[in-house]
């Protein structure tokens, strides 16, 4: 949409129609085509592709990318864990927050590295569904407590267990409002994971997740890399790089913006 298309009433364009324009002009700037998955449009309400050829039409001489972004930090050859930290995570100081509560805590580095990817699909990937996207992310590269417990806090988080020091949270209620029951489907979850062997690695996860961040708090990325180190199978090919189950989704956040 051009800017002289896109205004409003009183003559000015919207903030987000100023948006999509410096977008498009953005994407004449660079020397590839830059594609949005449909995904990407349905947060923005609209169900809708553009096709290779209209897309080439509008941009004649330039092929589509079919690489790294160069709008967005660039990433080494061989990309670690804690490259995605510090390159495609929009946010960390909740898991750095989490994971420090649970590491003072005194549990074990497992539980401290639950703590520490609980939410990485949140920060970087897929909000719907997290607690799964995220334990897939890490499955083949940790031990199946760890990506247990990260997949089940989706469920256990909406169910209080006091016993164990975790109440419905505030937060919830604030976000949600009092009436919000979670999808039966995430009931059946909680009810499979009670009886679970894993069930205190994933409530701990619930019982570290700091809901009201301190914006002073001191967390570093630095106090957990041994601890990645000890229990994260680094692949040797580089995070995404590799032939894992989920190479494709560290792919999908090394390359966003690739055609296909
Ligand atoms: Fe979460
Ligand atoms: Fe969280």
């Known amino acids: 949409m051009s800017l002289a298309h896109a205004q409003h009433s009183n003559g000015q364009p919207t903030l987000s129609e100023r948006a999509d324009a410096l977008e498009e002009h953005m994407m004449h700037e660079l020397e590839h085509i830059v594609t949005k998955s449909v995904l990407f449009g349905m947060a923005d309400g609209k169900v809708e592709m553009e096709s290779g050829p209209a897309l080439m039409a509008k941009n004649p001489g330039k092929y589509m990318l079919m690489g790294e972004d160069p709008r967005l930090p660039k990433m080494p050859e061989k990309p670690t864990l804690v ?76 169910f209080p267990d006091e016993e164990a020091g975790y109440k419905y949270p505030d937060m919830y209620v604030k976000l949600f409002g009092p ?51 000890r229990n994260f199978k680094q692949p040797k090919e580089g995070l995404g790089l590799d032939s894992s189950p989920s190479a494709h989704m560290w792919r999908t956040m090394l390359w966003p913006s690739r055609f296909l």
């Not at 009436?179 to 570290?208: F, G, Q, W």
């Not at 009201?212 to 957990?224: R, Y």
Request: proline share 3%.
């Open 179 to 229: 009436d919000y029951r979670p999808e039966p489907y995430i009931v059946e979850e909680y009810n499979r994971a009670r009886n679970h062997k894993y069930y205190m690695t994933s409530r701990l996860i619930c019982v570290n997740d700091i809901y009201s961040f301190d914006p002073n708090a001191k967390v570093s990325l630095d106090d957990f890399v041994d601890i990645i180190g």
């Open 83 to 158: 490259d995605y930290f510090r390159c495609r995570f929009a946010s960390t100081s909740h898991l750095l927050q989490s994971a420090t509560h649970a590491l003072k805590g005194g549990h074990s580095e497992k539980v401290v590295l639950a703590c520490l990817l609980h939410d990485i699909a949140v920060v970087s990937f897929i909000r719907c569904d997290h607690g799964y996207w995220g334990a897939q992310m890490i499955e083949p590269y940790v031990d199946e407590e760890v990506s247990w417990a990260i997949r089940a806090h989706q469920a256990l988080r909406f």
